[in-house]
């Protein structure tokens, strides 16, 4: 899915492409699940950072990993992984940094991983960093 202009869901519009080549420190992900995040939405609007058209939105993916780069050590084809991808991941296909990929247990289900990176990263900060949540608090 790639956005063509800035606006409402009628702007994403299905293409197709090639898939991404890697380089030495990445991953090439077959992307089973992704999620819609409040920054995804922002962006397709044109209200976050200065992201050039067109694109493709999506910040975290869930899925199978197709090939690594020669200096990948610990992500291997045929993982199950979540990663947050350089370029997009409402895409068939992703392209992640080995250091953003991380394995995904056989207990979680790909859907349920998507759902869960960018939420659980900002009600972390908010915990931790804004409200500073202490020990015994709640």
Sequence with gaps: ????????????????LDIPAISEDQVLIRVVATSVNFADIKLRYGKKGNKALPFIPGIDATGIVERVGSHVK????GQRVIAFPQNGSYAEYVV???NLTFVLPHEVDFQTAAACPIVSFTSYNLLANVTRLQQGES
């Design 1 to 16: 899915i790639v956005v063509t202009s800035f606006g409402g869901p009628e702007v994403m519009k299905y293409t197709d």
């Design 74 to 77: 610990n992500i291997h084809p």
């Design 96 to 98: 992640a940094n080995e």
